[in-house]
């Protein structure tokens, strides 16, 4: 069978706009991370609001891929998410890039050819859980074949 390829990927995930990254993100190496990331800015995705909220005994995650709506108040209308069981709230934003800045949370991505940052808002102003303790462990272990969380 063969491989999907990001611009596919980009194209179902944009069809699909709400997607459950409870159990991990989409793709599984950096590199394949990096063509994602490009085919979705490129088309105009330009933040991945994540809303992380508690379930009978679990966590699930959700992301909202959109080249429209890209705020968390929108995800959690889509979903009809209940706002007292929202744990935490984060959110990829813009395009991952070489510059570090210690002021601002990213997923520190490692690639053949070196390493990049995307930039994690912390946080939703609509919804009062910034991303701490369970959201930090939650995505780090969605992230972790992709890279690790930094400054959070």
């Given at each position: 069978?063969?491989?999907?390829?990001?611009?596919e990927?980009?194209?179902?995930?944009l069809?699909?706009?709400?997607i459950?990254?409870?159990?991990?993100?989409?793709?599984?190496t950096?590199?394949?991370?990096?063509?994602?990331?490009?085919?979705?800015?490129?088309?105009?995705?330009?933040?991945v609001?994540?809303?992380?909220f508690?379930?009978?005994e679990?966590?699930?995650?959700?992301?909202l891929?959109?080249?429209?709506?890209?705020?968390?108040?929108?995800?959690?209308?889509?979903?009809?998410?209940d706002?007292?069981?929202?744990?935490?709230?984060?959110?990829l934003?813009?395009?991952?890039?070489?510059?570090?800045d210690?002021?601002?949370?990213?997923?520190?991505?490692?690639?053949?050819?070196?390493?990049?940052?995307?930039?994690?808002?912390?946080?939703?102003?609509?919804f009062?859980?910034?991303?701490?303790?369970?959201?930090?462990?939650?995505?780090?272990?969605?992230?972790?074949?992709?890279?690790?969380?930094?400054?959070?």
């Amino acid at each position: 069978m063969p491989s999907i390829t990001s611009k596919e990927l980009a194209k179902n995930l944009l069809d699909q706009r709400i997607i459950d990254i409870s159990d991990g993100f989409p793709v599984v190496t950096p590199e394949d991370y990096m063509d994602l990331a490009s085919v979705l800015f490129h088309a105009g995705v330009f933040r991945v609001p994540i809303v992380g909220f508690k379930t009978v005994e679990q966590i699930t995650t959700l992301a909202l891929v959109s080249t429209e709506i890209q705020e968390h108040r929108e995800l959690a209308k889509i979903a009809q998410l209940d706002k007292t069981k929202i744990l935490f709230t984060a959110s990829l934003e813009g395009y991952p890039f070489s510059d570090f800045d210690p002021f601002y949370a990213y997923l520190k991505i490692i690639l053949s050819k070196g390493e990049v940052y995307q930039r994690v808002g912390r946080g939703s102003d609509y919804f009062s859980p910034p991303l701490s303790g369970v959201g930090v462990g939650e995505l780090s272990r969605i992230f972790a074949k992709i890279g690790t969380l930094m400054n959070v």
